[in-house]
């Protein structure tokens, strides 16, 4: 498991430089199965679907991942439905990527190993 899971996501109202695509390789290592996507305005973001039996299974690991969110302060966008829930990352502020997507994103893959 990553380190990352130690560290508490800090608040980001804007100014900090988003990792360029060397530092996003960087950590993609630290974290397992999260793709790295861009959208039509080149932001990137991590992007991750996982698989459930049910929606009821599907709907209670969206709600875990909401209170992960709220006790980090950083909120992923997803999306979720009958055994599945898709999940976005990225720092909004900066309009591209922060430790913080990193730190975020293994938190919800260790929430969803449990």
Avoid: R
């Avoid at 990352?4 to 900090?16: D, H, R, S, Y």
């Avoid at 439905?81 to 990193?102: M, P, Q």
């Amino acid at each position: 498991m990553s380190d990352l899971t130690k560290k508490k996501c800090v608040p980001c109202e804007g100014g900090a430089v988003p990792f360029d695509i060397n530092e996003i390789h960087k950590y993609q290592k630290k974290v397992d199965g999260w793709k790295i996507v861009q959208n039509e305005n080149k932001i990137f973001f991590l992007e991750k679907k996982f698989t459930f039996e049910n929606f009821l299974k599907s709907q209670n690991f969206v709600n875990k991942v909401g209170k992960i969110s709220e006790e980090e302060g950083h909120h992923p966008d997803i999306l979720f439905g009958w055994g599945y829930a898709k999940i976005n990352i990225t720092t909004h502020a900066i309009e591209g990527l922060s430790e913080n997507d990193f730190i975020l994103a293994a938190k919800i893959d260790k929430e969803a190993n449990v």
